[in-house]
Each structure stands twice: as C-alpha cells, then as structure tokens.
T-cell receptor
Framework: DTAVSQTPKYLVTQMGNDKSIKCEQNLGHDTMYWYKQDSKKFLKIMFSYNNKELIINETVPNRFSPKSPDKAHLNLHINSLELGDSAVYFCASSLGGAGETQYFGPGTRLLVL | QKEVEQDPGPLSVPEGAIVSLNCTYS??????FMWYRQYSRKGPELLMYTYSSGNKEDGRFTAQVDKSSKYISLFIRDSQPSDSATYLC???????????FGTGTKLQVIP
C-alpha cells in the first residue's frame, strides 16, 4: 500500500487554466505538507497543515490555495496558471511537527505551456 | 545568502570510494538535521536524522553535525552504484517550524 499518494502524476496544461492536485496519506499522520521542487532540484515548503489547520504558509501567490478536508488529505488548487508554476509538487506527511521524519509522495510533474 | 548552502555537484566517484557530502547553514536556531536521498523522478526519503551536535552511524552512512561551525556532513563508506542519487540536507528548529532544505548534491557512483 502506498503511504503517501498523489494524483495526477503528470499535468500538462495551458497558461491561465485552473488545476488541482490531490494528496492522501494512510500513515495516520497529523501533519501534511506541500513542497515545490524547481528544475534545479531546490525543494521549498509552500504550506503545512496539522489536523486540518493551516500552520505554515510561506510566501506563495494567492493563486495557490490548499484545502484539507480531513487529516488524511491535503489538496492544492492553482488558479490562473503561469509558466513559472512549472515544477514538481511534492506532498509529504509527518506524525507530528517538522522535526520528525517526513514521508514524501511520488510527486506531480506540472508543465505549463 | 541562503539559509542552507550545499554544493550541487555533480560528484562522480568510483565504486568503493568514501563519499563526503556537506552543508553549511546560517541559522543558529536549527536543532534537527537530516539527510534525504532522492532517486531520479522519485520523492525524497529520509536517510539520516540527528538532533543537535554529534555523530550518528547507520551501516555505511555516518552523519556529523558541528553546530559551532554551522556545518553538517554525510559520509558514505564503500559507495555502491545504488547510492547514485541526489542527497539533500535539511534542517529545522523543531516543533511545527518548517524544514529548510539545501539545493541537493547529485552523486554518481561509477561501477
């Protein structure tokens, strides 16, 4: 069974479109994260939720809106996609805070044309 | 200046070599230090985890933290082709504070 899963794995879309990425974890963890990894492999935190509550919100454009319907799911909706949004988006989860082991999903490769 | 600096490489070594990977950081509040390994087109996975200063060994891997110098290292002994991956250092103040990652060092172990 996959611990942290993301859908879709690949997303190719036009500039200006709106898209969503879904993430689910079956580890019973309380904290979930969204990271963005650019072409140079730099991994940067975007958001973090603990028990459905937003606890980390980095300097991310308002076009990005996370939603956590329950503690096992964390979705990411992106409005008005731009070329610079092209990256790999990773979902992760941990039992408690960021000082604990984070388990990453396989990533969603987003390409904006 | 970035909070965490890591040489991106690439680093190529022959099989069996000892590999040394390093990161420096500027935030003295970091308490938790991690090394993640990322294979091509996969998500990162935790390799080593250290709290505060000191050494930690796990099989062929040794992690060292020197908080006085703000410097962390990962040593890989008897490197194998299967160790070929990108190695990301990461650190955190703990609690629910964010984890800050280095840019990653790409390692290739040549058979």
């Amino acid at each position: 069974d996959t611990a942290v899963s993301q859908t879709p794995k690949y997303l190719v879309t036009q500039m200006g479109n709106d898209k969503s990425i879904k993430c689910e974890q079956n580890l019973g963890h309380d904290t979930m994260y969204w990271y963005k990894q650019d072409s140079k492999k730099f991994l940067k935190i975007m958001f973090s939720y603990n028990n459905k509550e937003l606890i980390i919100n980095e300097t991310v454009p308002n076009r990005f809106s996370p939603k956590s319907p329950d503690k096992a799911h964390l979705n990411l909706h992106i409005n008005s996609l731009e070329l610079g949004d092209s990256a790999v988006y990773f979902c992760a989860s941990s039992l408690g805070g960021a000082g604990e082991t984070q388990y990453f999903g396989p990533g969603t490769r987003l390409l904006v044309l | 200046q970035k909070e965490v600096e890591q040489d991106p490489g690439p680093l190529s070594v022959p099989e069996g070599a000892i590999v040394s990977l390093n990161c420096t950081y500027s935030n003295s509040a970091f308490q938790y230090f991690m090394w993640y390994r990322q294979y091509s087109r996969k998500g990162p996975e935790l390799l080593m985890y250290t709290y505060s200063s000191g050494n930690k060994e796990d099989g062929r891997f040794t992690a060292q933290v020197d908080k006085s110098s703000k410097y962390i290292s990962l040593f890989i002994r008897d490197s194998q082709p299967s160790d070929s991956a990108t190695y990301l250092c990461a650190m955190s103040r703990g609690g629910y504070q964010k984890v800050t990652f280095g840019t990653g060092t790409k390692l290739q172990v040549i058979p």
